[in-house]
């Protein structure tokens, strides 16, 4: 009987002991890039309305994209933000210390 009571004991801080290590372990089944992803999920920036980057033509000395209907060039202030950068697939706005990035959507 004694035997036992111990041996049940030691099982229960057997257990005890793997579950407050495996806290501390990543996930095996998880990938690395879905945890990033979801890191990258928590970082989005709320912003004050929706901004549509509905096309972009970039030139040898000037880049215009097409925000919301309205035309913008780099380096000038659309409404609160600024337009940091502009290529030919996104356009990257600098809004108080946040930088949102605009990607064109294929369809």
Request: glycine share 4%.
């Amino acid at each position: 009987m004694n035997r036992f009571i111990l041996l049940i004991f030691v099982s229960y801080i057997i257990i005890i002991n793997v579950n407050a290590n495996a806290n501390n372990k990543r996930d095996p089944f998880v990938s690395l890039k879905d945890k990033a992803e979801a890191e990258k999920e928590k970082e989005k920036v709320k912003l004050p309305y929706p901004i549509k980057l509905e096309g972009v033509m970039c030139g040898e000395t000037t880049s215009l994209a097409i925000l919301n209907g309205e035309i913008v060039k780099e380096g000038e202030q659309w409404r609160e933000f600024k337009i940091e950068k502009i290529e030919k697939d996104r356009v990257i706005l600098k809004w108080g210390d946040k930088k949102i990035v605009l990607t064109s959507k294929k369809e």
